[in-house]
């Protein structure tokens, strides 16, 4: 497939190098103003431009990475050019109806959610379409998949899913952060803190997909009765760890809706 992304800032250059590194077969593009900053792209073999229309009536699927306020302006830029294609924004906020409402039936609108770890094959991307489009929208899927895991929701669990998995990336790496700074504490150089912390938080995710299990089934492999993770568990516990994160995660959601 030919696919151009428009809005080649963080969300927008991992998605392009994700698909170049984990899909085969497309073409990929990628536009922003300021072009220069995108050079990086093409050693992926990713073309990019400065100019959003530069081939996109050849194109098969268009993706909005831009932000939510310039979404119009680039709308009104690219609808003259094309018609029957795939538009999937990954504005938040900008609701299918939004979306609707500026293009008019001559294109598919497809909304999406997926995050900066597509880059290395590891979004947790959510797709989102009206009723009658989710055919369309299965090459979308299909493509996220290859650079995560992707999920048809229904568009009003759309501001949860980017709070769940978009900002959720920057509420894991404070886990780490934060269990990186105990470590130096208890004894680590920051180098050696990072890398244990990291590949732990790595290594319990890996054990939870592969097993499918639920936390507390592993929590309870780790945890020997009156032993050291319990006592430091319930501590965190008694601190607020799991209701801080809970009350995180609702004030960024209802700091979308507004
Ligand atoms: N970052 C994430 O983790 C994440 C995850 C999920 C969803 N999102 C959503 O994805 C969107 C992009 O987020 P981001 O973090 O990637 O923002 P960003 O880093 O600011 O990237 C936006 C890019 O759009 C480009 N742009 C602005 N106007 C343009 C135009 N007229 N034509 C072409 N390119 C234009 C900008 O580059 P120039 O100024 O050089 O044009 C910039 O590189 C946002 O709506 C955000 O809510 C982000």
């Known amino acids: 497939m030919n696919i151009h992304i428009i809005g080649g800032g963080n969300l927008g250059a991992a998605i392009a190098i994700g698909l170049a590194q984990f899909?085969?077969?497309?073409?990929?593009?990628?536009?922003?103003?300021?072009?220069?900053?995108?050079?990086?792209?093409?050693?992926?073999?990713i073309n990019t431009s400065a100019d959003n229309a530069d081939g996109i009536a050849n194109a098969d699927i268009l993706m909005l990475a831009i932000k939510p306020w310039q979404v119009d302006a680039v709308l009104g830029?690219?609808?003259?050019?094309v018609s029957g294609k795939i538009i999937a924004s990954a504005a938040s906020g900008v609701t299918l109806e939004q979306l609707h409402a500026k293009i008019a039936g001559?294109?598919?609108?497809?909304?999406?959610?997926?995050?900066?770890?597509?880059?290395?094959?590891?979004?947790?991307?959510?797709?989102?379409?009206?009723?009658?489009d989710i055919s369309?929208?299965?090459?979308?899927?299909?493509?996220?998949d290859k650079v995560g895991t992707a999920v048809i929701i229904d568009e009003k669990l759309m501001d949860a899913?980017?709070?769940l998995g978009a900002?959720?990336?920057?509420?894991?790496?404070?886990?780490?952060?934060a269990s990186m700074q105990a470590g130096i504490?208890?004894?680590?150089?920051?180098?050696?803190?990072?890398?244990?912390?990291?590949?732990?938080a790595l290594g319990a995710t890996e054990m939870l997909?592969?097993?499918?299990?639920?936390?507390?089934?592993?929590?309870?492999?780790?945890?020997?009765?009156?032993?050291?993770?319990?006592?430091?568990l319930n501590e965190m516990e008694h601190e607020g760890f799991s209701s801080s994160l809970i009350k995180g995660i609702k004030t960024s959601l209802k700091q979308i809706k507004g």
């Open 209 to 232: 997909l592969k097993e499918s299990a639920h936390p507390e089934q592993l929590i309870d492999k780790v945890t020997t009765p009156q032993g050291c993770t319990i006592a430091g």
């Open 106 to 132: 001559t294109n598919t609108v497809v909304r999406i959610m997926p995050n900066i770890a597509a880059q290395y094959g590891a979004s947790a991307t959510c797709v989102s379409a009206k009723a009658e």
């Open 167 to 177: 900002c959720g990336t920057a509420f894991a790496l404070r886990y780490i952060r």
């Open 185 to 200: 504490e208890i004894g680590f150089d920051a180098k050696t803190a990072l890398a244990i912390s990291a590949q732990t």
């Open 23 to 45: 899909t085969t077969g497309n073409t990929i593009t990628v536009t922003r103003r300021n072009v220069k900053l995108i050079d990086n792209l093409k050693q992926y073999g």
């Open 77 to 81: 830029e690219l609808l003259p050019h």
């Open 161 to 163: 899913a980017t709070v």
């Open 136 to 144: 369309k929208a299965q090459p979308i899927v299909d493509l996220f």
